[in-house]
């Protein structure tokens, strides 16, 4: 099987069945089938569905090939994308290697030497490196280079990558193709310096001279860099500093999509000596473990709580390990958290206790390890071995089970679930989401759910709590009720303008639900964070419905002119040459007849509801001649409401004159004066009798523009376009067959009473002389 043209880090699903050749499909003994048969679909209960990666070898070498090695007797490193995590690159000091399926196969990368020079060792130390959609970036000296997918060659060059003074490099560690940022990337690779971070994007163009990496911290001299991350959020950056004049090193956090660095303090490292090492956790409240060669802790909430990591009593984790040094740290998305020491010796805890325990021994102390979670969640011990890498599955479930054997560990819960389980939701003006979380736990424990988010004044919260007691099992089931208050008062600082900004623009607030207590033996659901989009919807936009008792018509001419008299801003007559591709069919409307347009709300291709909102309408080409059937007074406006002809003013055009922004609703008593309150209202909504009505004089095409004008509807400015054509007016041309067969009928009518009126008097002539 071949696939061609599908990127190599795309997932490709394939569909494998099984068939009876006697009573197949046609399409299915052809191997043409998309869908099993009926037939077939009887034979398995379940298709099965199963994810293969496509693996395209590496270009062959020129003779040119050199292999790239950390510093000889490192213990191995990995990294893999946070995003597609069948991709590693996995490093030690006999070779880079590269996975693009998980290490069902890995091959070694080289790269062809290219302009630089030749290393003496006949490879290139390498001390760090990540991987990005089309190369490897390696940190080499103190300067970082590039190396291309499709020609394998090491590259250098100041205006792309940080070529001196690079003391570390760090890699995305949470997918963010999800996060609802709209318009711009989040970083993926952090570079940093003494005194100054950079970050870069996921893919490098070498081609064109736009720079990679930007810089987002300068330092001064006096502050140095000891490491960075990203943060616990996934748009946030976090940076470990320390002043020369200080004992303790503080923490920077940026949102990147704010560019506002925040310095905190963290109190937790006190005392404690670098060099540091960090990993933010997917939390709402930025969350992280730091640790040096032997104590490792966690700062939690903000660092509103920290504490160290103990094996039995003691925080040298070290000591517990024959003296070994922390290697590395893997966690999945249930929080399940390995230290692996340099000794291969194991700790296992659930991220939020601080209890770590010894799992049992896999490997010998010497032998070089190294962990990895594969795009299934699945933990993957890697051992290099004389012969290569032994890839073995981990199955932490049943170590920690034996593990713990002995030990009393018992959740507090019986059972945590919940229904926050979108990555992001969306959440327009007037808009509420709801969601549950449920716990369940023996009598008398005491146990509640907890929602925490990054930012309080954006969202507000309702909480509902259902509590049920059954044979000593308690239940509370909490539900959450998010929106967005329109009336919220910041009461720091009460100034009008904060209000108004509050309601208008839009956020990211990220939410996070866990039981208010954990033990190490608990079981988490995978999903605890959630993304919480306060602003306009991906796609959303308003329709005109077509009502089905209206015939709509596509294609029926190509272009008609709309006298001058009844334009607003010309007296010429003008042609219009209508584009059905934009305008849509046109409504035929008798034209004594009213209409409304029915306006509905759609996300891309899914409907969410009927507009009940105000809007306003306009004819795209500025004619004049259609009406509205209500009055303000008959509106009951409390003062004169807006008019085209009162926003119109300064030559506005008019998608600029009236909208959102400047709306005024004439039901509310602003003290305005009352104005003529007889003129026509010109506002529309769902509900409301006020109705378009067309020109009595002319039949008429209009092309409408509809726009929603209540400012607390939505965040998006929806507008859309109808047309409509008006029949039934009789035209001159015609009547003037009409009128010329009435006349000719008339003057026949004519000479038929006169020539009658002969006959008769020549007749009564006749009569009157045989009389006599
Ligand atoms: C929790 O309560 C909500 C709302 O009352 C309900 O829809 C949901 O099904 C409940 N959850 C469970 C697990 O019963
Ligand atoms: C406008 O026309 C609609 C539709 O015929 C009608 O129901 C409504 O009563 C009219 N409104 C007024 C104010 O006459
Ligand atoms: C719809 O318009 C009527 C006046 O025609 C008004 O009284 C009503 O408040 C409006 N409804 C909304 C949702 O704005
Ligand atoms: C929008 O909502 C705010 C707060 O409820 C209210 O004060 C304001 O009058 C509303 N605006 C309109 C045009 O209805």
Same mark, same amino acid.
């Given at each position: 099987m071949s696939i061609r043209n599908s990127p190599e880090h795309d997932p490709q699903t394939v569909k494998i069945w099984i068939i009876d050749p006697d009573r197949a499909d046609e399409a299915e003994i052809k191997n043409t089938a998309m869908i099993p048969s009926v037939v077939s679909l009887l034979l398995l209960k379940n298709p099965i569905q199963h994810v293969f990666y496509m693996t395209?070898?590496?270009?062959?070498?020129?003779?040119?090939?050199?292999?790239?090695? /950390?510093?000889?007797?490192?213990?191995?490193?990995?990294?893999?994308?946070? =995003?597609?995590?069948?991709? *590693?690159?996995?490093?030690?000091?006999?070779?880079?290697?590269?996975?693009? !399926? *998980?290490? /069902?196969?890995?091959?070694?990368?080289?790269?062809?030497?290219?302009? /630089?020079?030749?290393?003496?060792?006949?490879?290139?130390? #390498?001390?760090? *490196? #990540?991987?990005?959609?089309?190369?490897? %970036?390696? +940190? %080499?000296?103190?300067?970082?280079?590039?190396?291309?997918n499709e020609e394998g060659i090491l590259r250098r060059n100041p205006m792309k990558l940080l070529v001196e003074g690079v003391k570390g490099l760090s890699f995305r560690t949470q997918c963010a193709d999800y996060y609802p940022l709209l318009g711009s990337e989040l970083a993926t690779v952090l570079a940093w310096t003494d005194h100054e971070l950079y970050k870069g994007g996921r893919a490098l163009d070498w081609k064109t001279n736009s720079s990679y990496m930007s810089n987002i911290l300068s330092l001064p001299q006096t502050t140095t860099i000891l490491t960075a991350a990203f943060g616990s959020h996934l748009a946030s950056l976090g940076a470990l500093v320390m002043d020369t004049d200080s004992v303790q090193p503080s923490l920077l956090i940026c949102y990147e999509t704010e560019g506002i660095w925040k310095t905190r303090t963290l109190l937790s490292t006190n005392g404690l000596q670098g060099p540091f090492q960090m990993l933010f956790i997917s939390a709402a409240l930025e969350t992280l473990l730091v640790w040096n060669k032997d104590t490792m802790l966690y700062s939690f909430h903000n660092d509103s709580e920290w504490r160290y990591l103990r094996i039995m009593d003691s925080s040298n984790i070290s000591q517990e390990a024959s003296g070994s040094h922390i290697h590395h740290v893997v966690m999945d998305r249930s929080r399940n958290m390995l230290v692996k020491m340099e000794n291969n010796v194991l700790f296992f805890c659930k991220f939020g206790m601080n209890k770590l325990f010894r799992l049992p021994t896999w490997n010998d102390p010497g032998r070089s390890v190294v962990l990895y979670i594969n795009q299934k969640e699945q933990i993957i011990m890697l051992t290099m071995l004389d012969g290569g890498l032994h890839v073995q599955k981990y199955p932490l479930k049943m170590e920690i089970r034996s593990a713990m054997r002995g030990e009393v560990h018992s959740c507090p819960f019986i059972g945590f679930t919940h229904n926050m389980n979108k990555p992001a939701y969306y959440i327009d003006k007037e808009e509420v989401i709801e969601f549950w979380a449920q716990i369940v736990y023996h009598e008398g424990k005491n146990m509640n759910v907890t929602l925490s988010r990054n930012k309080d004044h954006v969202l507000q919260i309702t909480e509902k709590t259902h509590f049920e007691s059954v044979r000593y099992l308690d239940t509370t089931n909490k539900t959450f009720t998010i929106y967005q208050d329109p009336d919220y008062r910041d009461t720091t600082n009460n100034s009008d303008l904060i209000i108004k900004d509050?309601?208008?623009?839009?956020?990211?607030?990220?939410?996070?639900?866990? &039981?208010?207590?954990?033990?190490?033996? =608990?079981?988490?659901?995978? !999903?605890?964070?959630? +993304?919480?989009?306060?602003?306009?919807?991906? !796609?959303?936009? %308003?329709?005109?419905?077509? &009502?089905?008792r209206i015939p709509c018509k596509m294609h029926v001419f190509d272009s008609y002119t709309i006298p001058g008299f009844v334009l607003g801003n010309s007296s010429k007559d003008l042609t219009v040459f209508y584009d059905w591709k934009s305008f849509g069919c046109v409504l035929r409307i008798h034209y004594k007849d009213e209409f409304q347009p029915d306006i509905e709300l759609y996300d891309g291709e899914t409907f969410v509801r009927s507009v009940d909102a105000n809007f306003i309408v306009w004819e795209n080409f500025h004619r004049k001649d259609y009406y509205f059937n209500m009055t303000m007074h008959e509106a009951a406006c409390l003062h004169e409401a807006q008019t085209w002809t009162s926003m119109l003013v300064d030559e506005k055009r008019p998608e600029e004159a009236w909208g959102p922004n400047n709306y005024r609703s004439c039901f509310v008593d602003n003290s305005e004066k009352l104005g003529n309150l007889d003129q026509p209202y010109e506002i529309m909504n769902r509900s409301s009798m006020n109705y378009l009505t067309f020109s009595r004089e002319n039949s008429a095409i209009y092309v409408f523009n509809v726009k929603i004008v209540d400012p607390n509807y939505s965040f998006c400015d929806?507008? *859309?376009?109808?047309? #409509?054509?008006?029949?039934?007016?009789?035209?001159?041309?015609?009547?003037?067959?009409?009128?010329?067969?009435?006349?000719?009928?008339?003057?026949?009518?004519?000479?038929? =009473? %006169?020539?009658?009126?002969?006959?008769?008097?020549?007749?009564?002539?006749? /009569?009157?002389?045989? =009389?006599?």
């Open positions: 395209s070898p590496e270009k062959p070498y020129g003779d040119k090939n050199v292999s790239l090695c /950390l510093p000889t007797g490192s213990r191995m490193s990995i990294v893999w994308d946070a =995003c597609t995590p069948h991709r *590693a690159l996995l490093l030690s000091d006999k070779g880079t290697f590269i996975t693009k !399926n *998980a290490f /069902l196969t890995y091959e070694e990368i080289k790269v062809d030497p290219g302009e /630089l020079l030749m290393p003496a060792e006949g490879y290139y130390v #390498v001390s760090d *490196a #990540v991987l990005l959609e089309n190369g490897s %970036i390696f +940190h %080499i000296g103190d300067a970082l280079f590039w190396r291309d509050i309601r208008n623009s839009s956020d990211i607030v990220t939410m996070e639900l866990l &039981p208010t207590q954990i033990d190490n033996s =608990c079981n988490l659901p995978k !999903n605890q964070i959630s +993304h919480f989009f306060v602003g306009c919807p991906p !796609n959303r936009h %308003i329709r005109v419905i077509k &009502p089905q929806l507008h *859309a376009v109808f047309a #409509v054509q008006t029949y039934g007016i009789p035209e001159l041309d015609q009547l003037l067959p009409l009128y010329m067969l009435l006349s000719q009928s008339i003057i026949s009518l004519i000479i038929l =009473c %006169i020539s009658f009126y002969g006959y008769t008097s020549i007749y009564r002539d006749m /009569l009157q002389k045989k =009389c006599v």
